[in-house]
């Protein structure tokens, strides 16, 4: 099991920045993918961003590329997803998961943090 808590949101005017953490504990995570989720009111979950845990490959939807930039700090554990230029369609609740790295489905979720992007 890979427990995984969200911290970072909160409320920010057009243009700004909000960098998000997501700290996880219970694996050690080098055979995993992490991602960033993201769910705005009305509006199914999509993608943000994945980065693997050991070689630090990333990628990223094509709506916030060049935007937000995610990263992780094997020491603590912690992946990170900085987000600039925000705009107000990034408002949402951002989700952190966890996968296996040869597998497809994130099997592991955080309970999310809410990013509120005013115009």
């Known amino acids: 099991q890979v427990q995984l808590v969200e911290s970072g949101g909160g409320l920010v005017q057009a243009g700004g920045s909000l960098r998000l953490s997501c700290l996880a504990s219970?694996?050690?995570?080098?055979?995993?993918?992490m991602g960033w989720f993201r769910q705005a009111p009305g509006k199914e979950r999509e993608f943000v961003a994945r980065?693997?845990?050991?070689?630090?490959?990333?990628y990223y939807a094509d709506s916030v590329k060049g935007r937000f930039t995610i990263s992780r700090d094997n020491a603590k554990n912690t992946v990170y997803l900085q987000m600039n230029s925000l705009k107000p369609e990034d408002t949402a609740l951002y989700y952190c998961?966890?996968?296996?790295?040869?597998?497809?489905?994130?099997?592991?979720w955080g309970q999310g943090t809410q990013v509120t992007v005013s115009s």
């Open positions: 998961a966890a996968r296996y790295a040869w597998g497809t489905t994130y099997n592991f």
């Open positions: 980065i693997n845990w050991s070689a630090g490959n990333t």
């Open positions: 219970g694996r050690t995570l080098s055979n995993y993918v």
